[in-house]
């Protein structure tokens, strides 16, 4: 019987690996997806939802913070509000992967780059 091949992505691993570490809790890799686009992750931290935009790059001279249209963002977060109406607040996180020399991967986040609550 031939061996199953499973392929991993970098950005996941490592935007998971970064939210664990300080203290996220419930994330799922499922995401989130509606007509306005995707969320790689959606996790829970103290009661609020969190909208992830996990990503990969390789690193090339000067980084600079990760950045998404706020217009995006916020109809992601609207589409998810309307989903999930439960949700008292709600946070979107860029995070990317910076990938180096040698294997050596290093964490770029925006983090709360865009914030919703009642």
Same mark, same amino acid.
């Given at each position: ?46 009661? %609020?939802?969190? *909208? +992830?935009?996990?990503? =990969?790059?390789? $690193?090339?001279? @000067? ?6 249209? !706020? ?23 860029? %995070?990317?992967? *910076? +990938?180096?020399?040698? =294997?050596?991967? $290093?964490?770029? @986040? ?6 919703? !609550?009642?």
């Amino acid at each position: 019987m031939p061996e199953q091949e499973t392929t991993y992505s970098i950005a996941m691993l490592a935007a998971v690996r970064y939210l664990s570490e300080l203290g996220y809790e419930n994330i799922s890799e499922d995401g989130f997806s509606c007509d306005e686009g995707a969320v790689q992750i959606v996790a829970n931290n103290g009661g %609020i939802a969190h *909208l +992830v935009i996990a990503r =990969a790059k390789r $690193t090339r001279g @000067a980084v600079t913070k990760p950045a998404e249209s !706020e217009a995006k963002m916020r109809r992601i977060a609207m589409a998810y509000l309307i989903e999930h109406p439960e949700a008292p607040e709600l946070q979107f996180h860029i %995070i990317e992967a *910076l +990938v180096g020399e040698h =294997a050596t991967v $290093t964490i770029n @986040a925006s983090m709360c780059a865009y914030h919703w !609550e009642r």
